[in-house]
């Protein structure tokens, strides 16, 4: 399974609650746009409606934090629409602050940096069912591809009025630019250059968890007959979590490390458990279809589509369908998204001739799953190559 998948991991094994002082920053659970304000930065909201009729906020930062308002323009610009992992969000992408998150970064070289978030999200709904209404979570990142991200594709282009765009994508984010490549090869065309970080589309290695889970302890299966049909988690009771268990004298005893290092690979060097605690009170609620398509592909070892089911009929998605370039960036000691398995979606996309490149996102040889967003030194380490990297394109591909 795919995504941030240690916060999943994490807040179903780990309900333990205690009470000590409160340790959350005040702006823990601030909005997006609240936190992009707070930093200086000009924040715009624009929502849009996808043709099965989920309504979406999308969240732009238009210029740097150097840039006065009143000289801003659209034109000439180049965008990036950033694409977020499982139970992540817009969020993930500023929540580090000016001087750790991509968003700003980009933002202060002169990009027009538009976030998506995709439906589950808190920057979600439809326009006939609430959220407690189970028809709502029936989704997966097939949904995610198929609808929401060619609506947030033209959404951005309606409002620049450019014709393509970058899209960047993390985890759950590339997984859904693939899908929408396979099902929906006319956005080929709005797309200049696709950087996926942490690629989850094959997932070979997270068998055995996906068959434990979901044929041996039938977790969800059991969660829908008492009524539960997604993945949340109340916010007083994420603090109660962070508080008895992200904060311990000794790493040895926090149960927050150990279980998503259990998961997405061990780096102490680049842990925090600040930031370990700000992501966990930002958890955003994920459908179970979600969990089970991703344990779909990883128990058939299969990029393939829902169909019918968990149990039902493989269908592989159309990689062949790609037709941009795309740049694999892999984590050396990436236990969820493993560099084999992106070794090999690398093969097929070489294949077809789309491949710019695959390489390490980082020469730290500890970089892991969460590092992408939430390294403790993500600026030196990954943000900074990463600038070099989308300006190469830019260059190579751009209008």
């Not at 998204?337 to 040889?365: F, H, M, Y």
Request: glycine share 6%; charged share 20%.
């Amino acid at each position: 399974m795919a995504g941030s998948i240690s916060r999943v991991i994490f807040i179903l094994c780990c309900f333990v609650i205690s009470e000590q002082q409160n340790v959350l920053k005040k702006d823990a659970f601030d909005s997006v746009p609240q936190l992009i304000m707070s930093a200086g930065y000009p924040v715009e909201k624009h929502r849009v409606t996808t043709a099965d009729g989920y309504i979406l906020q999308l969240h732009r930062i238009p210029a740097g934090k150097r840039t006065a308002r009143k000289t801003f323009s659209a034109k000439g610009k180049k965008t990036v629409l950033i694409g977020h992992g499982l139970v992540g969000s817009s969020s993930d992408f500023v929540m580090m602050g000016p001087d750790r998150s991509l968003a700003y970064s980009l933002a202060d070289e002169g990009y027009d940096v538009w976030l998506a978030n995709l439906r589950g999200t808190m920057y979600s709904s439809h326009q006939n069912y609430t959220k407690n209404d189970p028809k709502f979570w029936e989704f997966s990142f097939h949904e995610h591809g198929k609808y929401d991200l060619p609506a947030s594709i033209d959404k951005v282009l309606s409002v620049t009025g450019l014709s393509k765009i970058m899209y960047i994508g993390y985890s759950m984010g590339t997984t859904t630019f693939f899908v929408m490549a396979s099902e929906r090869p006319e956005y080929n065309d709005k797309i200049i250059s696709f950087v996926a970080l942490a690629p989850a589309v094959y997932l070979a290695n997270m068998k055995p968890i996906a068959e434990w889970a979901l044929r041996g302890l039938k977790i969800l299966d059991r969660l829908r007959v008492q009524g539960i049909h997604y993945l949340n988690v109340r916010q007083d009771v994420r603090e109660m979590i962070i508080r008895s268990m992200c904060y311990t004298k000794m790493p040895q005893d926090n149960i927050c490390t150990r279980f998503i290092y259990m998961i997405v690979g061990n780096d102490d060097e680049q842990y925090n458990q600040d930031i370990t605690a700000l992501f966990l009170a930002r958890f955003q609620p994920a459908s179970f279809r979600q969990l089970e398509h991703f344990g779909k592909i990883a128990m058939t070892d299969v990029f393939t589509s829902w169909e019918d089911g968990l149990w039902g009929n493989v269908r592989s998605y159309n990689l062949s369908n790609v037709r941009v370039p795309v740049t694999l960036l892999y984590g050396e000691n990436d236990q969820l998204t493993e560099k084999s398995q992106i070794l090999r979606l690398a093969e097929e996309l070489n294949a077809t001739g789309v491949l710019e490149d695959v390489r390490p996102a980082s020469t730290w040889s500890k970089f892991n799953h969460l590092d992408f967003v939430f390294a403790k030194d993500v600026t030196s380490i990954f943000n900074r190559p990463l600038l070099t990297t989308i300006k190469s394109l830019f260059y190579k591909y751009g209008l």
